[in-house]
């Protein structure tokens, strides 16, 4: 049957009209006021590997700015933590624990507008070859560098409207 399921088709349905009804609009619709920050904020140069990597993602998430009306700092700090040891004593399980704090300024007058930090953690597995665990340890900095950026994406745009115009 083409749509075996209707309850849940309807369901959805009604979900999207009673969505529809209350009033929602997208967050980054036109005229929205996260819509202010895209393209219009410019991150100060990253020193390193993992900054480099966070504001990469930080830029394909706001754009890169030609004009911009904020600056965003940020600082980085990231450690390692053994998680697993085998009986030999050796590491066979690391977390890395990133914490990022960022401050929004106002590139007329300095002032700064938002800050705050974002916490989280990725791990890796040292069971490979040193070529493997040295791939995993890249790859884990790389995620937790995403997930630093996308916590802090969230968090200016959820606070957006206290930008001035």
């Avoid at 209350?22 to 996260?34: I, N, Q, R, S, V």
């Avoid at 590997?49 to 930080?58: A, K, T």
């Avoid at 997930?147 to 206290?162: E, F, K, P």
């Amino acid at each position: 049957m083409w749509l075996s399921d209707r309850r849940a088709f309807l369901g959805g349905l009604m979900a999207v009209f009673g969505l529809v009804g209350c009033g929602f609009t997208p967050l980054h619709a036109p005229g929205e006021a996260a819509s202010r920050l895209q393209g219009r904020i410019v991150v100060d140069a990253p020193v390193d590997r993992n900054g480099y990597l966070l504001v990469r993602r930080m830029e394909e998430r706001l754009g890169r700015s030609d004009a911009p009306a904020y600056g965003l700092s940020l600082a980085i700090d990231v450690k390692e933590e053994r998680m697993a040891i085998s009986a030999d004593n050796i590491t066979t399980r690391f977390n890395v624990i990133g914490r990022a704090t960022y401050a929004l300024r106002d590139l007329e007058d300095g002032k700064v507008l938002m800050s705050g930090t974002a916490d989280s953690f990725t791990g890796y597995s040292a069971t490979g070859s040193t070529v493997a665990t040295q791939a995993a340890e890249r790859d884990a900095y790389a995620r937790l560098m995403t997930i630093l950026a996308d916590q802090i994406v969230s968090r200016l745009t959820a606070q957006a409207d206290a930008l001035p115009s």
